[in-house]
């Protein structure tokens, strides 16, 4: 996914010129208050009957201008490149979404949830402004159904952690308190299937970290994960 906004800027050239179909300008890194040049080069016959003018395109990109993505990776196509992951992540492909995160409060091959109970996915980024927060995510629990309403009420959360420490939660699911359907064929015995988020928030300056997280409770035994792809940030 691109992490850059293009702005489309037109420049009308007014003067008696051919402007050569192949041209471009290359400029690297502008500096702050720096004013764009490029030079033209026209090559060819100057002296055409009846033309007037010439448009030249620019495409500008900021990396972290408005309409970015501030979250690299987020649909997960370079496996963990850019996140940081504790516990059991993995990448796995999920028919009809590509590739999606994994997290589980059990084990992915050799490698377990933190203490077999928590695993958590991050990714930090700086921003103040105005955000939308989008991702997509599956919750899916073998407590259900014969723990539903128990002690053993594990957990999805994701959250927006601020600069100060404080979170906004984004989304959440737990075996008591979401609405399940059959695993069928998740490798799980329930599932909430398919979720959107889609929220916009104004936030302060600072450095931010999306988490996504799943946890058991009561017990480490009887596991619960969660899938998440499609994640994006995008600087409104
Ligand atoms: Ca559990
Ligand atoms: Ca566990």
Redesign the pocket.
Known sequence: MLDSTVAMLKFLFTFFIILAQETSVNISSPQTGETVRGQVEIIGDMDVPNFLSAELDFSYTFPNGNGSNLIKNGNFVQGLEHWIASGAVSVVPLPGVGKSAFLT?GCVGSVCAIGNVRSELKQSFAVGSTLQVKFNYNFLSN?FPAFVGSV?N?AFEAKLIGPNGGSTLLATESVNSSTFKPGNGTGFNGQTGPESIDTTMKVSSGQYTLSFSVA?????????AVHVNNVSVTKK
């Open positions: 409060t407590e053993f594990d058991d409770k009561g017990d480490t035994i009887v596991d619960t």
